[in-house]
């Protein structure tokens, strides 16, 4: 264990040096400020990595990760990462990127007794019971657990365009696109869902506000 984790310290000054070289201003340039054009809210699993896997560098994407991708809305944390990416980062994009074999989906699918994290869990199984007649009628496991994990995603874009955060920016005029993808970690590819909110139109009426 503590090989491991010298490693780490000496990887970190392996990439500060593999950077100095293509660009010795490089730290300099980051250290003035950030302007990302895009917000990833994801999913916390080691295996998808917010900027690897779209090619982005360091100062392109601003991250919130949690188990299962969920825009919870009283999240806290989420929320003020959500109000600081719009209202001072002034992201254009906000992108919630699911994948298929999420843990935490999975988890939301069954019955058994986790610990703490039975809690937050229960919000995913709120997206199961809306759509269980869909789901329940898909007879192959694994079929209807892709299926889950892209209803997720898809729940979670209109939680995003219901939060008074994302309503007062389109009120204002401001440019916000919000996004639902599907990560493949069997292949490494994204799978565009093809739901993007621009406004408020897509939501039930109950939803918007009178702003």
């Not at 970190?12 to 895009?38: A, C, I």
């Not at 560098?57 to 999240?75: C, K, Q, T, Y």
């Not at 389109?170 to 565009?192: A, F, K, S």
Request: proline letters at 2%; hydrophobic letters at 40%.
């Amino acid at each position: 264990m503590e090989k491991f984790y010298k490693q780490l310290l000496e990887n970190n000054r392996k990439w500060v040096s593999t950077k100095l070289e293509k660009d010795p201003d490089y730290f300099k340039k980051l250290s003035t400020g950030q302007k990302p054009p895009v917000l990833w809210i994801g999913c916390a699993d080691s295996r998808v990595p917010a900027n690897e896997i779209i090619g982005a560098g360091p100062g392109e994407v601003f991250v919130h990760r949690n188990i299962a991708n969920m825009v919870v809305h009283s999240d806290m944390n989420m929320l003020s990462v959500l109000d600081y990416a719009v209202n001072v980062l002034q992201v254009k994009h906000i992108i919630v990127c699911g994948h298929y074999g999420c843990g935490g989906v999975q988890a939301a699918m069954t019955n058994k007794h986790i610990g703490l994290i039975d809690n937050w869990i229960r919000h995913i199984k709120d997206v199961y019971r809306f759509h269980h007649e869909e789901l329940d009628a898909i007879q192959d496991e694994t079929q209807r657990f892709n299926r889950f994990v892209e209803i997720n995603v898809f729940e979670q874009v209109l939680d995003l365009g219901k939060t008074s955060i994302v309503q007062s920016a389109w009120e204002r005029g401001q440019e916000v696109h919000v996004h639902g993808w599907v990560y493949d970690i069997h292949d490494g590819l994204i799978n565009d869902m093809k739901v993007t909110l621009k406004d408020n139109d897509s939501l039930s009426d109950v939803y918007k506000l009178d702003l």
